[in-house]
């Protein structure tokens, strides 16, 4: 283990101490991001909305592919500094960069368990989404 992280740290020395043509510059690639909620995302979609990101449910105000209610929107933008608007989650990336802060660092199952809300409906709505995690 020692050998390799020592081998690591002498292969990067190299680059580090390298200049480019246009000067000294130092890139080092990162891997592709894979999002590991890609599943979870999809399941909530159809449970919610269907994946439109022009659904609206009237009932609960909520909004977007996400169905996100107000109350989320003003949570978030607490926590974040951010300044969206309800209406901002009709655009799927920002609805679902909401999602993924919600779920972040959390199994499935406590993500959308979390992402309804509180009390037993939360067993039924977590039933739904698994259903679709399989399909």
Request: glycine share 6%.
């Amino acid at each position: 283990m020692v050998k390799k992280l020592l081998l690591v740290i002498f292969l990067l020395s190299f680059h580090i101490l390298s200049s480019s043509p246009t000067g000294t510059t130092l890139y080092i690639p990162t891997p592709t991001s894979i999002n590991m909620y890609e599943p979870l995302i999809k399941a909530v979609l159809i449970v919610e909305s269907n994946g439109d990101p022009k659904a609206y449910n009237k009932v609960e105000d909520a909004i977007g592919a996400f169905q996100i209610r107000l109350c989320r929107i003003k949570h978030y933008n607490k926590l974040t500094g951010k300044n969206y608007t309800h209406n901002d989650m009709y655009d799927f990336n920002k609805a679902k960069e909401v999602f993924l802060y919600f779920a972040a660092g959390k199994p499935f199952e406590q993500a959308a368990k979390n992402w309804n809300g509180s009390g037993p409906m939360t067993e039924i709505y977590w039933q739904k989404v698994k259903k679709h995690l399989r399909s």
